[in-house]
């Protein structure tokens, strides 16, 4: 059986009678996910971990995030776009924070200190899994390790997240997307043919390693369930790159040939790529030959569709170069709405290449709920705009209970529930810096 909240439904769980009430419960509403009931301890920062605790907050787990006494997650800071309270003064809770910390509570203590590591330690035996992201070693110097902890709790999920895994060459090294995007392969298909490697415009590396640490996670609390054991996870950024190479990895291993720049273009299928309009660009998405044939019949150059050169998919594969140009020359002729149109009418896959204003207030991204509104507690309760989940369950739906919360918001409820200090506790390890 998971480790649950509720005690009396669950008398093997490690929680004890103190965890059954949340200070905070009459400010949000309850959890409604599936890992309702599940406790996270977040000793991440910026992207990654804050990524994978996010989401499994959205599943319905009790995240605490833990942060740094005066500056916090360094990503605070990560500015200009900051949230301003009803005063119209900016706050410490810049947009790049915001997209990676809702439904968590914020407890600042200073884990460098050796009574706010053992604050940490005390609170280990009330959660179900601990997220970190830092460098190979570095928690071991306070004790807070996976080797450390476990005989506190053995049915702890303990889950690191570095940049190149906990062993190897590189496991010394410090990680950034940026690396990883480059080392792992991902650069050297992205960008302009005859251009410099380009970069993914998010954080895809670091994003992608949070959704794997997620899925992990998920799979050792099964695991658990069954054996009543936690374990050990180790995720990395290149890892996680390299892992979403698919069939461009996979082009490369089963030829040898390695595989270059395309811009817009496909490896595979063609044509699948953007296209200019008389208005601006589009995306033409042709996947099957029937495809492609009611493309030509639409696009005014019915004369391609059983033209040896093209009539099939590995033949505009081998064409591509020059089926590229007869279809631009027509493309500019229409605008982009006139080719989508047309193209949704006769099943031809397309698409517009929208901008962000588009995409918040397209129809189907508003019907899906990936735009939501929170009231910032942090700021007044001014509201702020964040992106969704994606995860639709008809069961366990996820929801938003607390927004992304400030540096320390939750210290004193959160050391009070678990570890029943009293307000002169407390005031003494503000005293002393610890909290």
Known sequence: ?????????????????????????????????PLKGLRVLDLSRILAGPACTQWLGDLGCDVVKVERPG???????????????TN?????E??????ANRNKRSLAVDIAKPAGAALIRELVPHFDIVVENFKVGGLARYGLDYASLRPLHPGLIYCSITGFGQSGPYAHRAGYDYLAQGMGGFMSLTGAPDGEPIK???????????????????????????????????????DSQVGM??????????????????????????????????????????GNDDQFKRFCVFAGLVELADDPRFATNNARVKNRTELTHLIAAQTTKKTAAQWIAGLEEIDVPSA??????????????LHREMRITM?????????????????????????????????????????????????????????????
């Not at 480790?3 to 949340?22: E, F, I, L, Q, V």
């Not at 794997?212 to 950024?237: K, M, P, T, W």
């Open 245 to 286: 190479l698919f069939y461009e990895g996979l082009n490369y291993l089963s030829t040898g040939e390695i595989p270059v720049r395309r811009g817009n273009g496909h490896p595979n299928i063609v044509p699948y790529q953007v296209f200019e309009a008389s208005d601006g660009y589009f995306i033409l998405a042709v």
């Open 352 to 365: 517009p290449v929208n901008t962000m204003d588009r995409v918040f207030a397209d129809p189907q991204v």
């Open 71 to 85: 500056r916090g997650d360094d990503t605070r800071h990560w500015g200009p776009n900051y949230v301003h309270d």
């Open 1 to 33: 059986m998971l480790w649950a909240k509720d005690d009396a439904m669950n008398p093997t769980s490690p929680h004890g009678d103190a965890a059954t009430s949340h200070t905070d419960a009459t400010s949000a509403p309850e959890p409604t996910g």
């Open 200 to 238: 993914a415009g998010v954080a895809v590396a670091d994003i992608m390693c949070g959704m794997f640490a997620c899925n992990a996670i998920v799979a050792a609390l099964y695991h658990r369930e069954r054996s009543g054991e936690g374990q050990y996870l180790d995720l990395s950024l290149l």
């Open 88 to 92: 119209g003064d900016p706050t410490l």
């Open 375 to 435: 009231a910032q507690t942090s700021a007044g309760n001014v509201p702020v705009d964040l992106i969704g989940n994606p995860m639709k369950f008809s069961k366990t739906p996820v929801n938003y209970r607390q927004s992304p919360p400030g540096l320390g918001e939750h210290t004193d409820s959160v050391l009070g529930e678990f570890l029943d200090l009293d307000p002169q506790a407390l005031q003494a390890l503000k005293d002393d810096g610890v909290i």
């Open 94 to 99: 810049s947009a790049y924070y915001l997209s």
